[in-house]
């Protein structure tokens, strides 16, 4: 990328009138006379010209010229001075300094295919260092996908290349990753979240202010999508930017899938012990959700627990699932769905009862909780463990729904409100 303040430090003569964003990146070299030259501009221009028609225009009207050169998003205006104006007028010099655009003065002796020239090879020089940047990038992504943190490290160097914040989102908006703070952006990253959802794998969104360029697409290879990303940088991407970040979006999709399996893996254990647990082999349960968390940040189970049933469809209950998987009441419980039913159970203390169901439950759900404490015994000889049955019946408190004739999760009946 080149800059206004990289074009003032070659060797071409130029002077700075006004140069509020030095930083402002140069796209090419444009030569314009018209009075209103946006309809031939994009964005990024070093826009050249001699004023051949404006030796009689007011402050008002290079007011409003000035006004049509902020609204192309033109780098800078450099103005030929010693040939229509001997020096720059004063209205254009008040208008760019009131309206944030880059002035530069072209002296006589400054042609502008210098400038022109000048500004190619610069050009040529950073698109030859964005490209050896680029697969410098490449090999530094491989390295952060072999990493146990993956997706943080991913979206750390994906970061520092493009300069700005990304994001890794659950579905329901959920922060998995984040390299920076950004509240502002978050915010606007998760109400887009919101309504990508429906559209699955094919929706992505970008769009762009005075502030930022932001891009939002899901990864991963299931529907609905498990996880959205989302760029935020301070100027739109560039076409090797673009290419990265497509790039860390397969590879954190490819993450992602790992984690999905390992994750299903990890489900099927707690449904296990889950039946466990309810067969009075409090040890092997141990046993097996041990199994179940690698990580090792598994508590042992609590003396007694308190049953929370939920009922509702099956794509709400897995969120809500994934809700209790990250919840900071899961440690000492034990989330399962039930296998072919649309339930999810959940075995958890007293004391965090009510606070489960407060984070689990949606409109879409039924919920019922235990209405007496369940004593797991767990004897220091490998001998089986009694687990007490859970109570005949099982109540829930408004607005919540009731469960009723409970006899164990698998013949329970629940009635919705």
Known sequence: ??????????????????????????????????????????????????????????????????????????????????????????????????????????????????????????????????????????????????????????????AGYVRGTVWVLGPDGRTISETSPDPTGLAEVRNEVVGLLPHGLGASANWSSPEASTVVQPIGLREPPEAYVAVRTPAPLTEYQRTAVLTSMSLLSLELERRLEQRESARTLRRRAFDLLLQGEARTAEVVLAAADPEGTAQSLPKSVKVIRLRGPREELRRALSRAETAPARYGSVAALAPEKDELHVLCTAVTADTWTKSLWSEALTIGIGSSTVRILVRSSPERADLKRPPNRCSAPSPLATARAWTSPGTAAAHGP
Do not use: K
């Open 1 to 158: 990328m080149v800059s206004v303040a990289d074009v003032l430090n070659t060797d071409v003569v130029l002077h700075a009138v006004a140069c509020p964003l030095p930083e402002a990146q140069v796209r090419w070299v444009a030569t314009n006379e018209i009075p209103d030259p946006r309809p031939f501009l994009e964005g990024g221009e070093l826009l050249l010209f001699t004023g051949l028609e404006t030796m009689d225009w007011s402050p008002s009207r290079w007011y409003r010229y000035a006004e049509h050169l902020r609204e192309a998003r033109v780098a800078a205006l450099g103005i030929a001075t010693g040939l229509t104006h001997a020096d720059v007028p004063e209205g254009l010099r008040s208008a760019c300094a009131a309206l944030g655009v880059n002035l530069l003065a072209v002296p006589m002796e400054t042609s502008f295919v210098s400038i022109s020239q000048a500004v190619a090879s610069l050009l040529e020089d950073s698109d030859r260092a964005a490209a050896r940047d680029a697969v410098a990038l490449q090999r530094r992504l491989a390295q952060a996908a072999r990493r146990r943190d993956a997706a943080d490290s991913i979206a750390d160097e994906l």
